[in-house]
């Protein structure tokens, strides 16, 4: 440890600082006694006043030269070369073996980087921050008319615009059948059919989708009332599976600014289970493992892996 301080600290001084913070201390808990002990061993009431303020100017002054004293030796005390807030790290500093490891000293130079890091970053964030980045359609020039018209990005769309989107993904898939209602007003809901494979409830906001339920072919997807059961789960394990990846695909395929792009891509990857039952695992090369096959398809390839085999 004398060290760590020795290196822009007067050592003698600090332990005289030490010693000063005692007597101050002590100083101020007679203060705090005298004006505990109150008034005492005097026969007039005048007496006794005059012995008390004597008594307690007298501890005053000495609390004042003890402070005074103090300060004179905090300034002859100096400094840490190295004052930074590392914590418990200060103890590397006492490894015998700093020659070979020179963790500490590794570790104040990448606190002062990052400091500098943070320090720059926010001068370079101020800077940037007075520049204006919005341009006009007039400074695009020509590369705006070259530009694609974007889609519509509210919430609410049209319902033809809905029906014509979900039209022309039912047809680029013909072994993927959608059947559109709108049982709750302009709310979509959609039954894909995917083969003889399972059955896919989707519930749409407009064109954006909230909510996918996967059961099998053969199970019921309907009420007693007629309508689509939007909350029951599937009967089987395989299918609840492939429902908690549906869930993660709506999370992966975000894209507001085109909301057509985001359910085709998902109709895409939902398309790619009509070989559930027949695509071997790509890591394992299995087809079954612990009585499951292989639910998981990924993204980008749309490859099929096991639940574990994907990690």
């Known amino acids: 440890m004398a060290d760590v301080l020795s290196v822009g600290v007067n050592l003698e001084a600090f332990s005289q600082a030490i010693s000063a913070i005692q007597a101050l201390r002590s100083s101020v808990s007679r203060v705090f006694d005298c004006l505990k002990d109150g008034m005492r061993n005097k026969e007039t009431l005048e007496g006794r006043e005059k012995a008390f303020v004597a008594h307690f100017q007298d501890n005053l002054n000495s609390v004042n030269r003890d402070l005074n004293e103090l300060e004179r030796l905090s300034n002859l005390v100096g400094k840490p070369s190295e004052n930074h807030p590392l914590h418990n790290s200060g103890l590397l500093s006492l490894d015998p073996v700093q020659d070979k490891t020179p963790l500490y000293s590794q570790l104040l130079q990448a606190y002062k980087w990052s400091n500098k890091l943070q320090y720059h970053a926010g001068l370079a964030s101020g800077l940037l921050n007075q520049q ?169 390839t749309l490859e099929a892996f096991h639940d574990t085999c994907r990690q």
């Open 132 to 300: 204006s980045l919005k341009r006009s359609a007039n400074q695009m020039g020509v590369s705006a008319k070259r530009r694609p018209k974007a889609q519509p990005t509210t919430l609410v769309l049209p319902p033809q615009y809905v029906d014509d989107v979900i039209s022309r993904i039912d047809r680029m898939f013909p072994e993927m059948s959608i059947h559109l209602s709108r049982p709750n007003g302009t709310s979509a809901m959609l039954l894909v059919t995917l083969g003889k494979v399972l059955k896919v409830i989707v519930v749409m906001r407009s064109l954006f989708i909230d909510r996918t339920i996967v059961k099998g072919y053969n199970e019921n997807v309907y009420t007693e009332d007629g309508k689509l059961d939007i909350w029951s789960k599937s009967n089987y394990q395989v299918f609840q599976k492939v429902t908690d990846h549906a869930t993660t695909a709506l999370l992966h395929y975000q894209l507001p600014q085109m909301p057509d792009v985001v359910v085709r891509s998902f109709m895409t990857w939902l398309r790619s289970y009509i070989k559930l039952f027949q695509a071997p695992c790509q890591r394992c090369g299995k087809f079954l493992q612990d009585g499951l096959p292989p639910t998981w398809r990924d993204f980008r």
